[in-house]
């Protein structure tokens, strides 16, 4: 991005990207991108998430079972 000012500046400089540039993303990129992503890569930074994840699923569950027992009523 910063060896190429068309990119850097890009709404000022125009619509279109460089296709002759590394930092293109063509389909090659992508399907790349696909494929890596059903990787599993635990890190320190993806802990939070997880357990983030994790209070939403139980908050989701008790929401629900709260639900459910008012409709038997």
Do not use: A
Request: hydrophobic letters at 45%.
């Amino acid at each position: 991005m910063w060896k190429s000012p068309k990119i850097l500046f890009w709404p000022l400089q125009g619509l279109s990207f460089p296709k002759d540039t590394i930092d293109y993303v063509g389909l090659e990129q992508v399907s790349m991108l696909f494929k890596k992503s059903f990787k599993l890569n635990f890190s320190h930074s993806s802990t939070p998430e997880i357990l983030g994840l994790g209070v939403i699923v139980i908050l989701t569950l008790h929401w629900l079972i709260k639900r459910l027992g008012q409709n038997k009523l």
